[in-house]
T-cell receptor, first 113, second 115 residues
Framework: SQKIEQNSEALNIQEGKTATLTCNYTNYSPAYLQWYRQDPGRGPVFLLLIRENEKEKRKERLKVTFDTTLKQSLFHITASQPADSATYLCALAGNTGFQKLVFGTGTRLLVSP | NAGVMQNPRHLVRRRGQEARLRCSPMKGHSHVYWYRQLPEEGLKFMVYLQKENIIDESGMPKERFSAEFPKEGPSILRIQQVVRGDSAAYFC?????????????FGPGTRLTVL
């Protein structure tokens, strides 16, 4: 069955450092991979989307890579800030004509001042 | 422009009762998705609806769960005869349906607790 793995342990880093979160998947060939941010008690908020034929995508302090050979995506936040503290979810979608998203369990990021 | 709205935000039901969760999509959006998030688990797709049509309900439990998105009014996720295992956060998302890469915008969720 499809499986998406994200680090279940929280990632603690200091303000100003680069945070790197990992998303690995098996038994799936996604056409698109997305990253969402989720704060406690709230719904996920879309951050970035990357296609299977793209290696890297950037948006301000965010960078996503997508390696379909390794079946892995890396999500980077540079110059991290305490306000970046949240849970980050990766989600995969196939090429079915609509986005039926398959989510990972998320990794909690804690940025301390 | 209001975002996706869900109500109630918190719902408490006793075993055997019915739970009705409502979702109003963003203005101009005609596609609605429901997801369930169990404690310590990722969001799981339940159902995808367009106005008056269920497009994909492959993630819905076969019994007790139903969803609708009428021509007028919000989308409704209905859970009959709730059990403790139904306790979870239920999220609704909407999209415009104009492109294959539609962004899904999520609501704040309804947290269902079954006593």
């Amino acid at each position: 069955s499809q499986k998406i793995e994200q680090n279940s342990e929280a990632l603690n880093i200091q303000e100003g450092k680069t945070a790197t979160l990992t998303c690995n998947y098996t038994n799936y060939s996604p056409a698109y991979l997305q990253w969402y941010r989720q704060d406690p008690g709230r719904g996920p908020v879309f951050l970035l989307l990357i296609r299977e034929n793209e290696k890297e995508k950037r948006k301000e302090r965010l960078k996503v890579t997508f390696d379909t050979t390794l079946k892995q995506s890396l999500f980077h936040i540079t110059a991290s800030q305490p306000a970046d503290s949240a849970t980050y979810l990766c989600a995969l979608a196939g090429n079915t004509g609509f986005q039926k998203l398959v989510f990972g369990t998320g990794t909690r990021l804690l940025v301390s001042p | 422009n209001a975002g996706v709205m869900q109500n109630p935000r918190h719902l408490v039901r006793r075993r055997g009762q019915e739970a009705r969760l409502r979702c109003s999509p963003m203005k101009g959006h005609s596609h609605v998705y429901w997801y369930r998030q169990l404690p310590e688990e990722g969001l799981k797709f339940m159902v995808y609806l367009q106005k008056e049509n269920i497009i994909d309900e492959s993630g819905m439990p076969k019994e007790r769960f139903s969803a609708e998105f009428p021509k007028e009014g919000p989308s409704i996720l209905r859970i009959q005869q709730v059990v403790r295992g139904d306790s979870a956060a239920y999220f609704c998302a909407s999209s415009s349906g104009l492109a294959i890469l539609d962004t899904q915008y999520f609501g704040p969720g309804t947290r269902l607790t079954v006593l």
